[in-house]
């Protein structure tokens, strides 16, 4: 028999990872407050329908209704073997028609066989049909007094309203990789199945928070390995590789500012068979969790293994908030890239270049992260680069180039040029909220401060008008990128274009035939602010 068969819980105290269900249930039970209808949703492997088989027992026990049945009298063993009359499991997704709710209609009528309650356990109950859920919602709206429901689902949102709002609804969480480890070793250790710490936390990664699925790859692990203690590599024999590892080392690398490593260990993993999108939602969590580590280190003791939690702390202490922030940003709109058609690794390596030459970027963003940065560190008294996006200097690499002297921007009042700086990062928020400003705002320039208010000069009366309708997202987006709420005005450009020109009629090169507005002048003008210190 499988693992997670011969390891189903047979009570609410073998149930790992849901306490507060737990809790409810034996609470409701304890004070005969039973309902007619529950719903357990959650993601798979997380102990919804072990439950829904516990909560039978402990309403059809001898001793019962109990939260802690016995297993061994009469109706508990019948349960458990799977032959009691009066508890029928249904799965909904290969009975899930009308006829199919008709006929559990019409003999949920009788009373129960040889037992105190007739239990429905509805497997997979958004499978469902419309005429399906329809006839059985009849059933509860009138239930009759012997019958109990509980439907099982991963997705109740497909439910009908009229159904959800009759069932008491019961949310089973991802299991916490620290549980599933510890659960994990005790089977291994009572199952003879030798496997060290490291492969425990690999198995549990991959499991994505459902029990069933770990202990699945335990036992295929330990049919693989032959006997011998199961790690890592026997896992990527078995399995393939996740791509976890190679995640922290495109991460490593690009918090080191080493492009050729980055590019090259993409290299590799491509030549070995692993999927780029896999590879980028694996970086993207890898980023996630050295900002977590941040802002609050107590919530990554959940999404990771002990050790993992204790080194993405150590990782993050040296990484400024504003590189993590920019970092999820550029590889989320890689991936959204990927999906809609582009070149999966082509996007990847785009997007680690975009942040490990930060220094070379020529674009407002490029300059609004280093500006950022170099807030940040100045606000904490850290030297600081203004061309890096690392904490580990390159000076400490053989052959890298030395960093300009430590320079440092105020926070200080809001000028416009502040504002131009950041207007890349507030049009990349407001267009993943809202793709079809994406062309309006792309011919938008920012062409005026006044106080609290700024005033966007759009390319023609179209854009304006669509950009006027949203105007809303931009204010949130300003508030959020630049931390003070600020009024957005929108006209439309009508001056006479002339060759070097913005829209709005604003010049776009000084005497020198510098551009007033770009990268280079804003950082410029970032260092003559730094100087009047």
Same mark, same amino acid.
């Given at each position: 028999?499988?693992?997670?068969?011969?390891?189903?819980?047979?009570?609410?105290?073998?149930?790992?990872?849901?306490?507060?269900?737990?809790?409810?249930?034996?609470?409701?039970?304890?004070?005969? /407050?039973?309902?007619?209808?529950?719903?357990?949703?959650?993601?798979?492997?997380?102990? /919804?329908?072990?439950?829904?088989?516990?909560?039978?027992?402990?309403?059809?026990?001898?001793?019962?209704?109990?939260?802690?049945?016995?297993?061994?009298?009469?109706?508990?063993?019948?349960?458990?073997?799977?032959?009691?009359?009066?508890?029928?499991?249904?799965?909904?997704?290969?009975?899930?028609?009308?006829?199919?709710?008709?006929?559990?209609?019409?003999?949920?009528?009788?009373?129960?066989?040889?037992?105190?309650?007739?239990?429905?356990?509805?497997?997979?109950?958004?499978?469902?049909?419309?005429?399906?859920?329809?006839?059985?919602?009849?059933?509860?709206?009138?239930?009759?007094?012997? #019958?109990?429901?509980?439907?099982?689902?991963?997705?109740?949102?497909?439910?009908?309203?009229?159904?959800?709002?009759?069932?008491?609804?019961?949310?089973?969480?991802?299991?916490?990789?620290?549980?599933?480890?510890? /659960?994990?070793?005790?089977?291994?250790?009572?199952?003879?199945?030798?496997?060290?710490? #490291?492969?425990?936390?690999?198995?549990?990664?991959?499991?994505?928070?459902?029990?069933?699925?770990?202990?699945?790859?335990?036992?295929?692990?330990?049919?693989?390995?032959?006997?011998?203690?199961?790690?890592?590599?026997?896992?990527?024999?078995?399995?393939?590789?996740?791509?976890?590892?190679?995640?922290?080392?495109?991460?490593?690398?690009?918090?080191?500012?080493?492009?050729?490593?980055?590019?090259?260990?993409?290299?590799?993993?491509?030549?070995?068979?692993?999927?780029?999108?896999?590879?980028?939602?694996?970086?993207?969590?890898?980023?996630?969790?050295?900002?977590?580590?941040?802002?609050?280190?107590?919530?990554?003791?959940?999404?990771?293994?002990?050790?993992?939690? *204790?080194?993405?702390?150590?990782?993050?202490?040296?990484?400024?908030?504003?590189?993590?922030?920019?970092?999820?940003? *550029?590889?989320?709109?890689?991936?959204?890239?990927?999906?809609?058609?582009?070149?999966?690794?082509?996007?990847?390596?785009?997007?680690?270049?975009?942040?490990?030459?930060?220094?070379?970027?020529?674009?407002?963003?490029?300059?609004?992260?280093?500006?950022?940065?170099?807030?940040?560190?100045?606000?904490?008294?850290?030297?600081?680069?203004?061309?890096?996006?690392?904490?580990?200097?390159?000076?400490?690499?053989?052959?890298?180039?030395?960093?300009?002297?430590?320079?440092?921007?105020?926070?200080?009042?809001?000028?416009?040029?502040?504002?131009?700086?950041?207007?890349?990062?507030?049009?990349? /928020?407001?267009?993943?909220?809202?793709?079809?400003?994406?062309?309006?705002?792309?011919?938008?320039?920012?062409?005026?401060?006044?106080?609290?208010?700024?005033?966007?000069?759009?390319?023609?009366?179209?854009?304006?008008?669509? *950009?006027?309708?949203?105007?809303?997202?931009?204010?949130?987006?300003?508030?959020?990128?630049?931390?003070?709420?600020?009024?957005?005005?929108?006209?439309?450009?009508?001056?006479?274009?002339?060759?070097?020109?913005?829209?709005?009629?604003?010049?776009?090169?000084?005497?020198?035939?510098?551009?007033?507005?770009?990268?280079?002048?804003?950082?410029?003008?970032?260092?003559?602010?730094?100087?009047?210190?």
């Amino acid at each position: 028999m499988s693992l997670y068969r011969t390891w189903r819980p047979l009570s609410f105290a073998d149930l790992v990872g849901q306490d507060a269900v737990v809790r409810t249930l034996s609470a409701a039970i304890e004070g005969g /407050k039973l309902a007619h209808a529950y719903l357990f949703s959650g993601p798979r492997g997380s102990g /919804k329908t072990s439950a829904a088989k516990i909560l039978a027992r402990c309403i059809n026990c001898a001793n019962g209704p109990t939260a802690t049945p016995d297993n061994t009298c009469e109706n508990c063993r019948a349960m458990i073997a799977g032959t009691a009359l009066d508890v029928l499991e249904i799965d909904a997704a290969s009975n899930r028609g009308i006829d199919e709710i008709r006929a559990l209609r019409d003999a949920v009528k009788f009373a129960p066989a040889a037992m105190r309650m007739k239990v429905y356990i509805v497997d997979e109950a958004h499978m469902l049909t419309k005429e399906g859920a329809n006839a059985f919602l009849k059933t509860l709206e009138e239930p009759p007094a012997h #019958a109990v429901f509980i439907l099982a689902t991963t997705e109740p949102e497909k439910l009908p309203l009229t159904i959800l709002s009759r069932c008491q609804r019961y949310a089973f969480r991802r299991i916490a990789i620290p549980v599933m480890i510890d /659960k994990m070793k005790a089977i291994a250790s009572a199952e003879g199945i030798a496997i060290d710490e #490291a492969a425990l936390a690999a198995i549990a990664y991959r499991a994505d928070g459902g029990l069933r699925d770990a202990l699945t790859m335990l036992e295929q692990a330990a049919a693989f390995s032959g006997g011998e203690t199961i790690g890592g590599p026997t896992l990527d024999l078995a399995f393939g590789a996740t791509g976890r590892d190679v995640a922290q080392d495109v991460l490593n690398a690009t918090l080191d500012r080493d492009a050729p490593a980055a590019l090259a260990t993409i290299e590799t993993a491509s030549d070995a068979g692993t999927d780029m999108q896999v590879l980028m939602r694996s970086l993207i969590a890898a980023f996630r969790n050295l900002l977590v580590a941040r802002v609050d280190p107590d919530l990554l003791a959940r999404d990771l293994a002990p050790e993992d939690a *204790v080194r993405a702390q150590t990782r993050a202490k040296g990484v400024p908030q504003a590189v993590l922030v920019r970092a999820l940003r *550029v590889l989320t709109d890689a991936m959204s890239l990927a999906r809609s058609g582009g070149n999966p690794r082509l996007e990847l390596e785009t997007a680690l270049l975009r942040l490990i030459l930060t220094g070379e970027d020529p674009t407002l963003d490029g300059v609004a992260a280093r500006v950022a940065l170099l807030e940040e560190r100045w606000q904490t008294g850290a030297p600081a680069a203004p061309t890096g996006v690392a904490a580990t200097s390159t000076a400490a690499r053989p052959g890298a180039p030395v960093d300009p002297p430590p320079v440092a921007v105020p926070a200080g009042r809001l000028s416009l040029q502040k504002v131009r700086a950041a207007w890349q990062s507030i049009r990349s /928020k407001v267009e993943s909220e809202y793709h079809p400003l994406r062309g309006p705002l792309s011919g938008a320039t920012v062409a005026e401060l006044n106080g609290d208010s700024i005033v966007l000069v759009a390319r023609n009366s179209v854009d304006a008008a669509i *950009v006027r309708e949203r105007v809303g997202l931009i204010e949130a987006a300003a508030a959020d990128v630049l931390g003070t709420t600020l009024k957005v005005a929108l006209r439309a450009d009508t001056a006479p274009r002339a060759k070097g020109s913005a829209p709005g009629g604003v010049a776009s090169v000084t005497a020198d035939g510098s551009d007033p507005d770009g990268p280079d002048a804003l950082f410029n003008y970032a260092s003559e602010r730094i100087r009047e210190r």
